[in-house]
Every structure is written in C-alpha cells, then in structure tokens.
C-alpha cells in the first residue's frame, strides 16, 4: 500500500490506529479459519461513524479494497483481506439504548455479543442468539454472518432479532433499513439482505435489535447414550412428539472425551454420544416438557439421564459445551470445522454418511452441534503438515456437502461462505442464484471494493 | 522451543476476551493469539526478530489468564515467557543482570543487607522530606516508581527473626517446611509470621530452614536459566534435610515456580520436592472444621482478588474463598473479573508504567464497585500493586494478605 495513501488514513484515525507494520499485518492475515492466511494492507481501528465514513470515500474514490472485521473469530475466512484496508470495529462498542417500552436494544457494531446478553438479562429481558464464540464475538459480526447458536432451535438466528440497521455504503453514503417497528412493508426488505452479507454490501455503524422477556425458568438435561444412532433418533422423536427445547445439543463420543479434559464438568467417557438438552418458559410448563424429553431418552435407550441441580451446574454444561471446537483442537493441532446442515429429520442420516465418509478417506471426524436444528459440526482432527491427511479430509466434506444439498439442506448453516466454502455455492444455490447475487452486489458496490473475493 | 505447542493454537480467540492487554488496546499483537502467531513466524522464518516485534512481545504480562481460557491447552503466557528466556540465554546476561540476578538475589544475607539503606532511608524521615521536595522528579521515571511502590518496611527481615522450628501447638498432627518467600520476608513479614501461627494452631511443626534461597522466579523472568536451575537445586537439597508432609508457601509467586522444580531439573529429590508444594490456602483447607471452630467474630465486609500465580498458574481458586467464609462475621463478596491480574506482574508495573495503571484502574474500579472494606489476596506482587493503588484512588479500602484475616479472626 503506498504511503501517501497510508498517510490519508492516518489523518483520519489518528497514529495510534492505524497499523502497516509487516509484525501487526502478519497477526491481522488470520481469523479462526484454518489453513487460510492473507496479508492485509493496513488494519484500521475508527471510533466512530464518521471516521468510518470518511475512510470509504477515501477508498472509494482511490479504489481500494476495503474487509470489515470484529475480532476475528470468523470460521470462513470472511474477514481476511488481500492488501487492502482493514476494519476492525472493536473501538465502535456502544451499547446506545434498551427500550423497555418497544422491547428492542441499539448498539455500535463492535459491542460483544455476551455484553449485550448481561447488559439485557439484567432488565429481565433477552437477546437469543448464543454463537459459541459470544464471550469474544462482535454483533457486527453477528449480524454480518447471521450468525446462529445454541438456542437456534428454539429462538431462531440473528436473522430473526434484526430490526435495524445503520450501514455505510462503498461510496460513504449512510442507509437505513428498518427501525423499531415490529411491521414495515415500505419497498424491499432489505435488512435480511444485508445480514449474512458477509461485509460485501456494506459496513454496519449501527444495530437495532428485537428483545423478548427473559423465561422465567430453564431446565438442563444431560441424556448418555451408548449408540450414537440412538441419540440422534431421540432428537427427531422429541422434536415429533412437540416438545421444542431452547438448546439439543450434540456430542459424540470423541467430542465428549477432549471436552472433559478441559472442562472437568463430569461428562462420561465410556458413551459414544451425549445429548445436552435446555428447556426454558414457565416453571409449570419446563417440568412437563422436561418429563417428556426424559421419556423420550429413555425409549431410546439411553443409560443414564441426569439434570442440573442449580444455575451453575446447568451453565457449567453449556459453557462446556461452548469450548467444543477449540477443545477438539487438544488432539491435533489442526481443526477442520464445517457446518453443514439439513432438515432435522435427517439427522440420524447424516450422522451415519460423516461416520462412512470419515473412514472411507481414513480421517479422524468428530461431531457435535446443533442436532435440534440440523445444524451438525463435523470436525476433522488432523495437522496441516500432513498434506495427504488434509486431502483426504477435503475429500470426506465434498461427500458431506453433497449429501446435504441431496438431503435438501446447505453447505453452511451458520459460518458463512467466505473463501472457505466458495467453491461449493454454485452447487447449492446454482447458476440463476450466483448470477442474482452478483447482480445485488453490483447494485450495492459497482466498484467491488467492499469485501471482495468473498461468497461467490 | 517446540514447534507443536505453537501451531496447536487454532486461534479461535477464546483468548481474546482473557487477555488484559488485549481489552486494553483491542489489538491482535496485544492478545496471546497474536503473540503466538509472532513467535510462530519468527520459527517458520515468515518474520525476523526485529525490536519491534520483541517489544509487541514484551507487553506480555505473563498472568496466564489466556491460559485457563484456552480450551486446547495452549499457554501463551508461557510460550512467550519461554521465548523470552531462551533468546536471553542466548544473548547472555547484562552487567546489571548479572550483578542482580547471579550476585544478590540467590543470597539471602546479601539481599537483606541491600535493603538495609532503604529500611533507614524510611525511619529516618528522609523519606518524607524526599517526598515533600519532590527529588525523585529529578531521578530516571523508573526508579520513582520503585520508591513510591515500597511499603514502610519491617524492623527487620522475617528470616532473621523466626526459629527454625515452630512447634505445634497442641496434638502434633505433622510437620510441614515453610518457604519463606524473599519479598514475604523483606516486606510482608507480619502475613508470613500469621501463616506459621495458622499452621501450628492447627497442630503441625513448622520448619522453616534458614538456609533456603530465592525460589528462582526473579532468574526465569531476567532469562537466566542456568540460575533458576541452580536455585532449584539448592533449595531440593536443604528441603530433602527434613522430613516433611507438605512444602508450604503464602507467596503466589515462589508457589508456581517452585511447583515447576520437577519440569527444570531431573531426578527423584525434585519430583518429590514439587510433589509436596502447597499454597498455604490447600493446606488450611484440609482443616477447615478444626479452622472454623477456632476462629472469632471478624466482622468484616471482604473480596478477594485471586492472583494469576494462584489462580492461573496453580489452578486454586476454590480453597482461599472457601477459608474467608469461614471466618464468623465475614461478609464476603465475590469481585468481578477477581482473576484478571491487578498489572503488577512481576517487575512489569516498573517497566511498562502506562499498561500497568490502565490495568490496575480496571481492578481498582471493580473493588470500588464491590463496596468491600477488606481486599484480600495471597501474593506480594499483587499486595504491593494493589496497596499502592488503594492507597493512592481508594484509601477507605485496606488490603490483607488471607493469612493475616485468617490470624486475626483466630486470636480474636
């Protein structure tokens, strides 16, 4: 990047914020995606609205690229840039408003999504969507990948909670879409179609989200099952007999053990899977629910089922439960995560087809997730210096993905397409989708300098 | 350095959130994620070890909070710290370092002499009218800072005044050695001479041998190996003299390295050694009903700030709160964030003044927050950080080392 250019920038944010020393650049070239490094150009760190405005109409006019990105914990590569400008939103971490009367909470895109949590459930209300990464992800983030969680079974995705957003567009212009109305029928919805955009259509300054009432009491079950089919089974029954628990959670036997090491919570070794299951609402209504949902494991042969006996024990297991990715990662250092999903009734059968696949190519997957909503994490354990291992595994998620899209589900159900999961759009979404895509992308950034080379 | 312990970062950011330094600045080179991934492309030849990477590095605070965060076992802390010392071993040690390192720190005599000038400096009222004119203005930042961190110190040096042996007091149940810290003994002796009353109350010997030396922590931080070695050695050496069921410590600091002895050195005496090491809190807590009949009404309002070498690096967190509720009249109160580190870190708060008093502000605004009258902790890094800051931002606030509460509540 040329340093008169550099310069520009620093006029604006200052010295402090603006990194283009070859030490920061390197530690900006990664997110959580592995096995993906590029090198940006220079990483700035605005702090407000305004900074940031002036920053795209000065890539704008000079045609620079520009990747927004929180805190890096993007699981697709969509925060990565290739010499451009970088935009970290860490310092835009506001919190404006909750309002009680309309039940939604307004924020600057930086705010991390745990803080908005606590900020919110100590008004007895509630934000539901728990992206495993929520003690260090941004909404911004959030919003930009629509992200999912724990309790997307139950509550739905980020999705479903935006109201309204401020965004910059690549030219500098300011659009709002949306605000606290809970109906808006004026033109185009566009809200949805900037959240999962993935920072290709626009930067968010500002984030207008639905709260609900926070339930008043929850129930934490843990179901051990000695077959993993069993497991899966007991997940599309509960589901059938109507019973919509907040958090089914999955986790097999390989998951459990690297869980447990870290965690200590007291998981069983000697299964091969566990299901972790939250119902929340009304006590008189959780304690019937919760009855079903052990019924339903014991018809399914589960050999042990247990409940939480206080809050901290109920959230000793979901935060546990939270570090299954990075624990995976104490068996080899490199961590292949994919998320690809399909209809909740087919879970059983997906589980069996990532089963064939892992030892077809002889690869080490574990698995765990969203089972509730077929949103499942098979997690290849392998280490990037073996090159043939890491075909190998590439190969089993080419036969994972295309079981999914056969299955009528996605290549991803919460991460993102980013430059990870490029190459498999076209075959999910074909070649009248990639083209209205594009077109969208034209119609927002003519240029394409916002986020480029991502998606599609 | 192991190559497999940098790339098992999947650099999730889990960390990220941990870190005092990242929440500090929001930057990747300030987080233990950033600070792996330098130290990796400094081995794979990506970067070169240029001054400005070591001093990205060197904002480390080594409190291992990222750590206990780390869901694939990655030590960051540890990782840097290590780097640190093995690019110093190589480079060899300084003039200064050597005369600090090698020549005082490893000789209790010689250390306790050295701070013989200061101990008159003080009672003599030079202090105050150093203080009043304003001299230490004229003197290099860091060495102001030293001065104005220095407690009044104690007549004399714990190690000169205790027995050897402190018998129990009652039934014999055992006997423990006692490693009496330097910084304990120079500075917060009363708090080392309250964990030998706790331990013979509760019926054990206490040994505490007179020719102990430095634990070694000093050496490992200055990247002097070879002397963290030999500390090593001649500590496993005097302590194997006695028989003894548990090496005991109240010093956060010393418990961690000395805990490490076995992973330095090799050979039987020092796995035995680090195998008997015990905070005092462990120790206490094995007799907390015999503790708790014993104590007195202290009503007092108390939180306590888990230092990150007993926290982190030990993995205590449960004993220490566990023995203030015990204490009859004690309302104790959990702090928030009470596992962040306070920004002393060893000599960090001297050599990075600006980060430290950020990070200091942060814990002195959740105790203010707690409304607590005590603060209580168990390492003199953190007594010596936090006293200088309650002192300076919240003087209605003392601070306790847990063994002094504790003795305070048992004599009544």
Known sequence: ?456 | MDYVKLINCMRCGMCLPACPTYKETFLETASPRGRVALVRKLQEGGLEQSERLLEYLSLCLDCQACASACPCGVNAGELVAEFTCERKTETGLGFMEDMILRKLVPHPDRLETSMAPMRMYQRSGLQKLVRTLGILKMFPKPLERMEGLLPTLPARPLRQEIHEVTPAIGTEIGTVGFFLGCVMSLIFSDASRATITLLSSLGYKVITPKKQVCCGAPNMLGGDLAGLKEAALTNVEIFGDYEVDFIVTDCGGCGAELKKYAHYIEGDAASAFSSKVRDISQVLSLHSEKLRAKLTELPLKATYHDPCHIAHCQGIRKEPRDLLKLVPGLEYIELESADACCGSAGTYNIVKPEMSDQILKRKLDTIRFSGAQVLVTSNPGCLLQLKKGLADHLPEVKIMHLTEVLAQSLAG
């Open chain 1, 1 to 456: 990047m040329q340093q008169s250019f550099i310069n520009e920038l620093k006029a604006i944010v200052g010295e402090q914020y603006i990194l283009s020393d070859k030490e920061s650049l390197a530690v900006y070239g990664y997110d959580s995606t592995p096995e993906i490094e590029s090198l940006p150009g220079a990483v700035l760190l605005p702090c407000t609205t305004d900074e940031i405005v002036r920053i795209m109409r000065l890539c704008f006019d000079a045609g620079e690229t520009v990747t927004p990105r929180g805190s890096g914990t993007n699981l697709s590569g969509g925060s990565l840039s290739a010499g451009g400008v970088v935009i970290q939103t860490s310092r835009l971490n506001r919190l404006l408003e909750i309002d009680e009367e309309n039940l939604t909470a307004t924020m600057e895109p930086g705010l991390i999504t745990s803080t908005l949590h606590r900020a919110v459930e100590s008004r007895g209300l509630f934000y539901p969507p728990d992206p495993g990464s929520m003690n260090i992800s941004t909404m911004g983030g959030n919003v930009a990948e629509n992200s999912g969680g724990l309790r997307g079974l139950k509550y739905g995705v980020t999705a479903d909670y935006v109201m309204g957003l401020e965004t910059i567009l690549a030219n500098g212009d300011l659009l709002r879409t949306g605000g606290k109305v809970v109906k808006d029928v004026a033109g185009y919805s566009l809200n949805p179609l900037l959240v999962s955009s993935e920072g290709t259509l626009g930067l968010f300054t500002g984030i207008t989200v639905k709260l609900i009432p926070k339930p008043q009491g929850k129930i934490t079950m843990l179901a051990h099952f000695p077959a993993l089919q069993d497991a899966a089974l007991a997940v599309s029954a509960i589901i059938a007999a109507k019973v919509i628990p907040a958090t089914l959670e999955f986790l097999d036997k390989v998951t459990i053990k690297c869980v447990e090491d870290y965690a200590h919570v007291g998981l069983p070794l000697d299964v091969d899977a566990v299901l972790l299951i939250e119902v929340d609402g009304h006590p008189v209504v959780i304690a019937e629910e919760a009855a079903a949902v052990a019924e339903i494991c014991k018809k399914h042969r589960c050999s042990s089922f247990q409940t939480a006996k206080d809050a901290a024990e109920a959230l000793k297991l979901t935060e546990a439960r939270r570090t299954a990715l990075s624990a995976l990662a104490r068996l080899k250092p490199t961590t292949i995560l994919e998320d690809a999903t399909v209809p909740r009734s087919c879970i059983a059968a997906m589980l069996k087809i990532i089963q064939d696949s892992a030892k077809k190519h002889n690869v080490t997957i574990g698995t765990f997730g969203h089972a509730g909503d077929g949103n499942l994490h098979p997690t290849c354990l392998t280490d990037e210096r073996d090159k043939d291992e890491i075909k190998r595994a590439h190969a089993a998620f080419s036969e994972i993905f295309d079981a999914a899209i056969a299955m009528g589900g996605t290549i991803t159900g919460e991460h993102g397409v980013g430059l990870a999961k490029k190459k498999y759009l076209p075959k999910l979404v074909g070649e009248s989708g990639i083209r209205v895509m594009r077109g969208i992308k034209q119609a927002f950034d003519p240029k394409g300098i916002l986020n480029p080379g991502k998606i599609f």
